[in-house]
């Protein structure tokens, strides 16, 4: 069963950096693509970044030059390296995964749509104070 928990989420000052982290298991590390999302509090999920696991690797223009995504094969683990943090980056962030082959649009367009992918963790909160 696959199972994706975040962990680094809390709250930082604005400008500030913080990382999060997605442990994987029960998938082929490998053969995934993993996305992050956030939702804030009455909005709808929105797409922040994924990397494919072919390596390319999309960013939403609100964090691009701002969040980095990058993936650790030995720890079976994605993270999301955020820096110059605002406080419109307050939300619960998501990670999720798709097996790679899944019938995905190219690009943000399917990448940073929610229901692209079919694995979710629980996410976890940060909190942005200005």
């Known amino acids: 069963q696959v199972q994706l928990v975040e962990s680094g989420g809390g709250l930082v000052q604005a400008g500030g950096s913080l990382r999060l982290s997605c442990a994987a298991s029960?998938?082929?590390?490998?053969?995934?693509?993993m996305g992050w999302f956030r939702q804030a509090p009455g909005k709808e999920r929105d797409f922040v970044a994924a990397l494919r696991s072919g390596g390319s690797i999309y960013y939403a223009d609100s964090v691009k030059g701002r969040f980095t995504i990058s993936r650790d094969y030995a720890k079976i683990t994605v993270y999301l390296q955020k820096d110059s943090l605002k406080p419109e980056d307050t939300a619960v962030y998501y990670c999720a995964a798709v097996k790679s082959g899944a019938a995905v649009k190219s690009g943000t367009t399917g990448w940073g749509t929610p229901t692209s992918y079919d694995y979710w963790g629980q996410g976890t909160q940060v909190t942005v104070s200005s």
């Open positions: 029960g998938l082929t590390f490998s053969r995934y693509a």
